[in-house]
């Protein structure tokens, strides 16, 4: 990728996860923006029901985390490989289809995922701060064993086509493909995405992140913390919406995101 973010960009993307400008491109420092960046920057859908157009474009991707907010997969991986890449490392962008509930690969360019180098290794790493409950740290892209992480095991395995299969306790999450891709190239899966009554983001609201003990999500009025004491549900009412955003998210906003469920007859076949 060129370099598309200027350093003061970089500085002001490195002040919103909290870390230091690493001195150098390795594995250690990766690790951290990887952990800081799931526990600072939420995974959210507020766009599509606020109405707010998406701009797949890395400065304006960076701009939209700077600027206090979020994104889901193409956004959030969209402005960390941005980021990567102004800190020296090597990104390589992956398109891949999620494991739907139904046990079905969703449409091509369903998902992006980065493939990332270090400057202390030529091993290339997996790196995804844009999939809900996905590894807390990077997983080795070419390791074919189980790999530990605080999210639970993870395996990345050959399929008969050529592709990678990323696993999570044995389940598939989803399927990788191994040619490099541009940004671009996911526009089309982006509308798809907020537009069709078939994606799970047109469906509801959704805002969550990791935290120390577990994840905080708020979908649609209803807050879900997860930790030590289990999973806890606590409906709100409209006016705790908003504070809400702000308290667990860091999310200011002038007004509460209503879910705009699409009717089917309204999608182009």
Same mark, same amino acid.
């Given at each position: 990728?060129?370099?598309?973010?200027?350093?003061?960009?970089?500085?002001?993307?490195?002040?919103?996860?909290?870390?230091?400008?690493?001195?150098?491109?390795?594995?250690?420092?990766?690790?951290?923006?990887?952990?800081?960046?799931?526990?600072?920057?939420?995974?959210?859908?507020?766009?599509?029901?606020?109405?707010?157009?998406? +701009?797949?474009?890395? %400065? !304006?991707? =960076?701009?939209?985390?700077? /600027?206090?907010? $979020?994104?889901?997969?193409?956004? &959030?991986?969209?402005?960390?490989?941005?980021?990567?890449?102004?800190?020296?490392?090597? +990104?390589?962008?992956? %398109? !891949?289809? =999620?494991?739907?509930?139904? /046990?079905?690969? $969703?449409?091509?360019?369903?998902? &992006?995922?980065?493939?990332?180098?270090?400057?202390?290794?030529?091993?290339?790493?997996? +790196?995804?701060?844009?999939?809900?409950?996905?590894?807390?740290?990077?997983?080795?892209?070419?390791?074919?064993?189980?790999?530990?992480?605080?999210?639970?095991?993870?395996?990345?395995?050959?399929?008969?086509?050529?592709?990678?299969?990323?696993?999570?306790?044995?389940?598939?999450?989803?399927?990788?493909?191994?040619?490099?891709?541009?940004?671009?190239?996911?526009?089309?899966?982006?509308?798809?995405?907020?537009?069709?009554?078939?994606?799970?983001?047109?469906?509801?609201?959704?805002?969550?992140?990791?935290?120390?003990?577990?994840?905080?999500?708020?979908?649609?009025?209803?807050?879900?913390?997860?930790?030590?004491?289990?999973?806890?549900?606590?409906?709100?009412?409209?006016?705790?919406?908003?504070?809400?955003?702000?308290?667990?998210?860091?999310?200011?906003?002038?007004?509460?995101?209503?879910?705009?469920?699409?009717?089917?007859?309204?999608?182009?076949?």
């Amino acid at each position: 990728m060129n370099k598309i973010i200027s350093s003061a960009d970089a500085d002001a993307y490195l002040a919103r996860i909290g870390v230091a400008r690493p001195a150098v491109p390795d594995l250690a420092a990766l690790r951290e923006l990887h952990l800081r960046h799931l526990h600072a920057v939420p995974f959210e859908n507020l766009s599509i029901h606020l109405g707010e157009e998406i +701009v797949l474009d890395p %400065a !304006a991707l =960076v701009a939209k985390v700077t /600027g206090g907010r $979020g994104g889901f997969c193409y956004e &959030l991986n969209g402005a960390f490989a941005a980021l990567l890449d102004a800190l020296g490392y090597r +990104v390589t962008l992956l %398109a !891949a289809r =999620v494991m739907g509930p139904e /046990g079905r690969f $969703g449409p091509p360019f369903d998902h &992006l995922a980065l493939k990332v180098r270090t400057a202390d290794s030529d091993e290339p790493w997996l +790196v995804d701060v844009g999939f809900g409950r996905n590894s807390h740290y990077p997983l080795r892209f070419d390791e074919r064993g189980e790999q530990a992480d605080p999210a639970g095991p993870f395996r990345l395995a050959e399929t008969a086509d050529g592709d990678l299969d990323l696993l999570r306790e044995g389940d598939v999450q989803y399927r990788i493909e191994r040619r490099s891709r541009q940004l671009a190239d996911f526009e089309g899966g982006c509308w798809w995405h907020r537009t069709s009554p078939k994606s799970l983001f047109t469906k509801a609201v959704i805002c969550s992140r990791l935290t120390g003990t577990g994840r905080v999500t708020l979908s649609d009025r209803t807050l879900v913390t997860t930790g030590a004491t289990g999973r806890q549900e606590l409906p709100l009412a409209e006016e705790e919406v908003l504070p809400a955003f702000r308290e667990h998210f860091g999310i200011a906003l002038d007004r509460a995101p209503q879910a705009r469920r699409i009717p089917e007859e309204q999608v182009v076949p």
